[in-house]
């Protein structure tokens, strides 16, 4: 062997050695975990009258009552992925994602809100969809109802009518019947919490309806028998053909005691936040939390009422909801402290301020950093406590993180702060899987692109990828946490800067050997 071999043999050796070729382990996801992104219908969609689409209560609420809306922003063009949903699924394949969640327009796919008529254009707008990410090998995960009713049905009551677990368990079957065979994973409800809780006890929110106390609460009944009776659909009539899986997803807000006196307080608060919606469900019991049932029907007696504000439920009722999951749709992004109220004292709305029902206060610790909306105060331990309660509440169930995100104080690309969220908070997800056992098997990011947030307008930014709403193609651009997610999903690990490196000394030691033999 020549000088030039030798030379070269050595010179591998150093650099394989400063590379540094370390695998490590530690933060990778289990094999088979999951990674997707999130959109839904109104906030992305556009096109809000095109074709036969029939208005929502969205649509109604931006132009009655547009000074709710930041800037009286609406999503009647939005990131006009009607249009560009193409160009959602591209980006969807370039970030490698297992799995892209949307959601069906009700009143686009059936314009009534019944199911006598069925829009064309609606249903090849979602087979398109559809279609276009099995292609790229990306499962579509979808979500029957994502907060846009069609206004048809609030003219009759919405969710405070007893009918409407129909009607929607009519819809959710059509929609079965024209998607199921390719669509394998279904959310019935998205975030019961925030239509029925947050939007009846604010106002603020679609439809509209100052209630407290009561329209809540019977939209939190019918909204749990309209999934209930969408899941049985699915299991009587479309499980046997398309061995799919399906449930509903709700906004876990973690709350802790601001002090070890508010214990008490805080179990309270976390039945009804969290149990309201899941102890009818997951529970073995079946029905309300006992806690809460007890505590508004006490409350509503020394109010004047002749029976309770929260509508009891039939044991028919308790057993046709009981059970009704594959697994649990978990969305986090925020956590409270609970005190006690004090005599007198002003109580904020529920869920993010407080609750006149059980006389609690919530507030927020000062080392928790406030995202760019309101409601939004930055805590990573809360996912990995919340998911413990739910374990520790209902048993060991299946947990899908169907969304969890960050509203960025950085406009621009280089969203770091963004960046930091979801690597905190994956690292307390992982902990919560190999540390406490807890059978997490899926993250989902909201979102995959800026859009319409709601009361917030086009101000809060989620996305992974910019949209420019000044342009007329609503363009796209990857920022720096798509980056981020995209290795993290490329490696399964939160490793990825050790396992790229790794893979680049690999490359460079192969080279080596390839060069070293041909000089031999």
Request: aromatic fraction near 14%; glycine fraction near 6%; charged fraction near 25%.
């Amino acid at each position: 062997m020549g000088v030039f071999g030798r030379t070269h043999r050595t010179s591998c050796v150093v650099v394989y050695s400063v590379l540094v070729c370390v695998v490590v382990g530690g933060r990778d996801f289990p094999p088979g975990f999951k990674f997707g992104a999130a959109t839904a219908a109104y906030q992305v969609e556009g096109a809000w009258n095109a074709s036969d689409k029939s208005p929502s209560i969205w649509d109604t609420l931006v132009r009655t009552r547009p000074e709710v809306i930041h800037e009286q922003s609406n999503g009647d063009v939005a990131c006009d992925s009607y249009n560009y949903w193409m160009r959602d699924v591209e980006i969807a394949s370039e970030l490698g994602l297992h799995f892209y969640r949307i959601s069906i327009s009700w009143t686009r796919l059936l314009p009534s809100g019944f199911p006598d008529r069925i829009s064309e254009d609606g249903k090849t707008y979602y087979n398109n969809l559809i279609n276009a990410l099995l292609e790229k090998g990306i499962e579509p995960l979808v979500t029957l109802y994502h907060w846009d009713l069609p206004q048809s049905l609030q003219d009759l009551g919405g969710w405070a009518n007893p009918h409407v677990s129909d009607w929607f368990a009519n819809y959710a079957r059509v929609a079965f019947s024209l998607f199921g065979d390719r669509v394998k994973t279904w959310l019935t409800l998205n975030e019961p919490l925030i239509f029925c809780e947050s939007a009846y006890n604010s106002g603020r929110l679609a439809p509209g309806i100052l209630s407290p106390g009561i329209g809540n609460y019977l939209c939190n009944k019918n909204a749990l028998l309209a999934h209930a009776k969408a899941w049985r659909i699915y299991d009587k009539e479309f499980r046997h053909k398309f061995n799919g899986k399906i449930s509903y997803c709700n906004h876990l807000i973690w709350v802790e005691p601001e002090t070890e006196n508010d214990e008490d307080a805080t179990e309270i608060t976390r039945q009804l936040m969290v149990g309201m919606y899941s102890h009818p469900v997951y529970s073995k019991e079946g029905g309300w939390p006992p806690v809460i049932e007890k505590i508004i029907a006490e409350k509503s007696k020394k109010e004047g009422f002749y029976h309770s504000r929260l509508p009891s439920f039939t044991q028919e009722e308790i057993d046709l909801i009981k059970g009704t999951y594959d697994y649990m749709g978990f969305n986090y992004y925020t956590s409270r402290t609970v005190r006690k109220a004090k005599n007198g004292e002003q109580i904020g709305k529920w869920p993010f301020n407080g609750s006149r029902d059980v006389d609690i206060h919530l507030t927020t610790r000062p080392e928790w950093k406030r995202a760019d909306t309101s409601w939004f105060y930055v805590n990573p331990e809360g996912i990995r406590k919340q998911l413990n309660w739910i374990k520790n509440e209902y048993g060991d169930i299946e947990i899908l993180i169907t969304e969890n995100g960050y509203a960025s104080v950085n406009y621009g690309l280089d969203d770091y702060d963004r960046v930091k969220y979801f690597k905190d908070h994956l690292e307390q997800i992982l902990l919560a899987i190999k540390e406490d056992g807890v059978k997490v098997t899926a993250f989902t990011a909201w979102t995959l692109i800026d859009n319409f947030e709601w009361n917030d307008g086009y101000r809060s930014k989620f996305g992974l990828v910019q949209v420019d709403f000044d342009h007329p193609e609503r363009k796209r651009t990857p920022r720096a946490s798509a980056r981020f997610y995209a290795n993290v999903i490329k490696t399964h690990s939160l490793d990825f800067d050790n396992k790229l490196t790794d893979e680049l000394c690999s490359f460079v030691l192969l080279k080596c050997i390839i060069k070293m033999s041909a000089n031999s």
